[in-house]
Each structure stands twice: as C-alpha cells, then as structure tokens.
C-alpha cells in the first residue's frame, strides 16, 4: 500500500504487504528529518533519522527515502504487522527555526489481517 | 528509566480556572518541549527549553506560560483555561537542541 500527496491522511494494507508512506516538507533549508510512529493513547515513537546529505537510510524493516528536489520524504515498512498499524509523522528540523522539530499532519496506516 | 513522565494523565478544566502540567525527565537530556495535538493536525510546539535556564516561545504561545525548575522538570502553566485549549499536551526531551526528541505518553485536557 502507498500513500500519496501531501494530505492523504488514511492508508490501508494487507499484513505481509510493504508499506509506503509520503510527505512532503516545506523548508528546502531543512537539515534533518525524524519519522514518528504514534499508537493509540500513547506519545510518538521514534522510527528513524536522516540528514540531509544522505538520500536513504535503513533501519530493521523500515527505510527512509529522502528526494531534496522535490523536498519529499517517504519511509518504507517491510512485511508490515499488525503492531504497526498507528498514526506516522514526519517532521522536519529547518535551520531558521532554531531547532524546533516541524511537524506533518500524519498518516493513519491500518494493517488487514 | 522512566524517560519522560507526565502528570496528570487526565484533566477537566472549567473555563477561567488555571492548572499546570508536570513533566519530567531522567536521561539527563538538556532540552525540553511542550506540544499540544488536536485532531487531524499535527504536534504544534508551544514552548522549548534549549538547556536550562532558558525558555523560548514556539508556534502557538499564547495562553500558556512555562518554567524550567531544573534541569529535569519543565512545566506548563495555563493562566485561565478557555474550551480552544481543550487538546492533548505532550513533553519531550533531547540532548540536545538537534536530533530525537522522546516524548511522555500526554495529558489529555478538557475544558468547559
């Protein structure tokens, strides 16, 4: 399953499938970028990192795909589970802002069984 | 560790009355954040600490006041409650002003 555009807030995949979820950032000044996991109830959770000199980034069945020319920025799930189902934030870190982590909307993936 | 804990988990204010949220951390992390989440939007900070002993103001100030008592409590104070601060709040922390923020699990506010 794939999320597209901007504000798509909704994705639904079958368990097993992989998982893309998009955003798209603002500040093409932003230096560092964070993907945030949030179940219910609960405080968002961090997923992975990249910087902006790099274009991808791996972690254990997650990967993050940074496109700085269209200042877009996805991550990729691996044979999703149903613990992933949650609310996933990206948030940017512009420069200008002094550090101050800029937060998307968020995407809802839900895992079918 | 704890991490980042909040108090209270749950609150309901009546319109005018005033409260403060409790956060606290124990990584020894030198900044600390305030955010407050409402539906279909995404984290809005209200208020950071880069280290202690300062505090600066984030995207949606008003209304709130923060301390940071030291370098493990940053709170947040609401003056006199109105229903557009009806939200849940989050504190985090990181090391430093850049990278991983750690976030607490929230307090969920109500105001009438």
């Known amino acids: 399953g794939e999320s597209v555009g901007l504000h798509l807030p909704t994705l639904s995949v079958q368990e097993g499938d992989n998982s893309i979820i998009n955003c798209a950032y603002s500040?093409?000044?932003?230096?560092?970028f964070i993907w945030y996991k949030q179940e219910s109830g609960k405080g968002p959770q961090f997923i992975i990192d990249?910087?902006?000199?790099?274009d991808k980034r791996q972690g254990q069945r997650v990967t993050v795909l940074l496109n700085k020319t269209v200042k877009h920025l996805s991550l990729q799930i691996a044979a999703t589970q149903p613990g992933d189902s949650a609310v996933y934030f990206c948030?940017?870190?512009?420069?200008?802002?002094?550090?101050?982590?800029?937060f998307g909307a968020g995407t809802t993936v839900t895992v079918r069984a | 560790n704890a991490g980042v804990t909040q108090t209270p988990k749950f609150q309901v204010l009546k319109t005018g009355q005033s409260m403060t949220l409790q956060c606290a951390q124990d990584m020894n992390h030198n900044s600390m954040y305030w955010y407050r989440q409402d539906p279909g939007m995404g984290l809005r900070l209200i208020y950071y600490s880069a280290s202690e002993g300062t505090t600066d103001k984030g995207e949606v100030p008003n209304g709130y006041n923060v301390s940071r008592l030291n370098k493990r409590e940053f709170s947040l104070r609401l003056e006199s409650a109105a229903p557009s601060q009806t939200s849940v709040y989050f504190c985090?922390?990181?090391?430093?002003?850049?990278?991983?923020?750690?976030f607490g699990p929230g307090t969920r506010l109500t105001v009438t």
């Open positions: 948030a940017e870190n512009p420069p200008t802002n002094d550090y101050k982590l800029s």
């Open positions: 500040n093409s000044a932003s230096d560092y």
């Open positions: 990249i910087r902006s000199n790099m």
């Open positions: 985090a922390s990181s090391v430093h002003r850049e990278g991983e923020q750690y």
